[in-house]
């Protein structure tokens, strides 16, 4: 995991490549063009207005290979007036993306729309990439079935190895599988750094050289991230735009124009009714704050993601709510005021959800597990701040980080926004 927002999952270094082996042996390569992307090619061409999607993680929240295809387009195609949607957020995967998906993408009507998620989602397991990734997809054509879909992986060290032994990754061998369902082109962004690395002319992490010494020792090998995982815009992220400009010559002509055919679903549980459900203030029990974003820090901060922001710091305050559906879960914020949340669903035994972990030393988007797998219909949630605060110099300690100012440690607060539900909530 990493500072800055830029929080992944590094579980998969040490997990077996995959159960299935169909997701992940097929013969690796840097582009897949499928049927293409026929109707935002021919709309670029044209000149027309065309917004382009950018669905991921930290790697595209950077200023790197998102700002650069951007740029990239609108020099390709001149007369065409090409805008950004920027739906990145750091250290979330496509199981939150699909829920976010309405609100950080389709309401600004994308032409076409860049996924990228390989990296956060690198320790889940392929059957719920599956049902995420095929809810990325079904949602977007129910919305618009003109709109075009590309598949993005980007990588971290540890999945280099995978690709110079010719085999994918296996959270981007598990979206191959979705992709080739729906036809959708994929670009491995990282292929050919893993190529460049295997033959010494890429260092995959290192620090880029600041003096003529280092420089005459580096030689003609360029330096691609400093932490194993974020390219260096001016070198790492270089190397990603090549790729997609290798890619869209390979993917330019394939297809035909006109709306993508929603065929059966891949799996039958996939999450194309995930929901995002902003808060309402009758789910709320009395001492809760609506922050209003034009006075309130965190509030302006994340309001481009959250709709409605609510604060309680009481023990005892609770959310209540009933959906009928499979799984449920709150997006929220960690912090490092924050404390824990007590979960009741139905009749189960309550768990203690820690809203705290050995990164907050600033706030950050989170979401907090509910329950998932339920038996389909309506149950009822209740989310009860709890007395006590985690042991939070000790959960730092885990990073080597410190409490700098107890008074902003000394609370035991929680941040809520939203109900996360595969279903609908209910009255």
């Known amino acids: 995991m990493y500072r800055s927002g830029w929080i992944i999952s590094v579980f998969f270094l040490i997990l077996p490549v995959c159960t299935r082996a169909d997701t992940v042996l097929r013969e690796a390569v840097e582009c897949r063009p499928r049927e293409g992307l026929p109707n935002v090619l021919d709309k670029l061409k044209e000149g027309g207005s065309v917004r382009i999607a950018y669905l991921g ?8 290979w998102r700002v650069k295809t951007l740029e990239w387009f609108r020099q390709t195609y001149p007369h065409a007036q090409v805008s950004e949607i920027n739906a990145a957020i750091g250290g979330t995967g496509s199981d939150l993306g699909v ?6 993408v389709l309401r600004h009507k994308p032409d076409l729309l860049f996924v990228e998620f390989a990296v956060n989602d690198g ?54 599988r979705i992709a080739d369902h729906y036809r959708i082109p994929t670009i491995h962004m990282g292929f050919e750094v893993a190529r460049l690395t295997a033959q010494n002319k890429v260092i995959f992490t290192g620090k880029q050289p600041s003096t003529d ?51 059966e679903p891949f799996v039958p549980d996939n999450w194309e009714n995930a929901t995002m459900v902003p808060l309402q203030s009758e789910m709320l029990s009395e001492g809760w704050e609506k922050l209003n974003p034009e006075t309130h820090g965190l509030a302006r901060r994340f309001s481009n993601r959250m709709p409605v922001l609510y ?22 914020l960690l912090g490092p005021d924050c404390g824990q949340v007590i979960v009741r669903v139905d009749d189960q ?3 203690v959800r820690p809203r705290f972990d050995a990164y907050c030393t600033y706030h950050r988007l989170a979401t907090l597990t509910i329950a998932r797998g339920l038996k389909e219909g309506i149950h009822t949630v209740e989310l009860e701040i709890h007395p006590d605060q985690p042991d939070k110099a000790a959960i730092l300690a885990r990073r080597n980080e410190k409490i700098d100012d107890p008074k902003r440690f000394d609370d035991r607060a929680w941040y809520a926004g ?7 909530v209910v009255d």
């Open 99 to 104: 829920y976010r998906l309405e609100n950080d």
């Open 349 to 351: 035994d309550p768990i």
């Open 418 to 424: 939203a109900i996360l539900v595969l279903g609908e």
């Open 213 to 263: 010494a280092e420089r005459e020792k580096l030689g003609n090998r360029i330096v691609f991230s400093p932490d194993g995982v974020h390219p260096y815009v001016e070198t790492g992220h270089e190397l990603y735009l090549q790729a997609v400009v290798r890619s869209m010559k390979r993917i330019t002509g394939k297809g035909s124009k006109g709306p993508h055919t929603l065929k």
């Open 311 to 332: 604060k309680a710091d009481q023990p005892g305050q609770t959310i209540r709510f009933r959906f009928r559906g499979t799984a449920a879960e709150m997006y929220d």
């Open 57 to 64: 993680g930290s790697i595209t929240a950077q200023p790197g």
């Open 123 to 176: 320790g889940t397991a392929p059957e719920q990439i599956f049902r995420s990734m095929e809810g990325i997809v079904r949602k977007t054509w129910q919305a618009d079935p003109k709109t075009d879909i590309c598949f993005v992986y980007t990588l971290v060290e540890g999945m280099c190895s995978d690709l110079q032994q010719g085999r994918y990754p296996r959270a981007a061998g598990a979206m191959e």
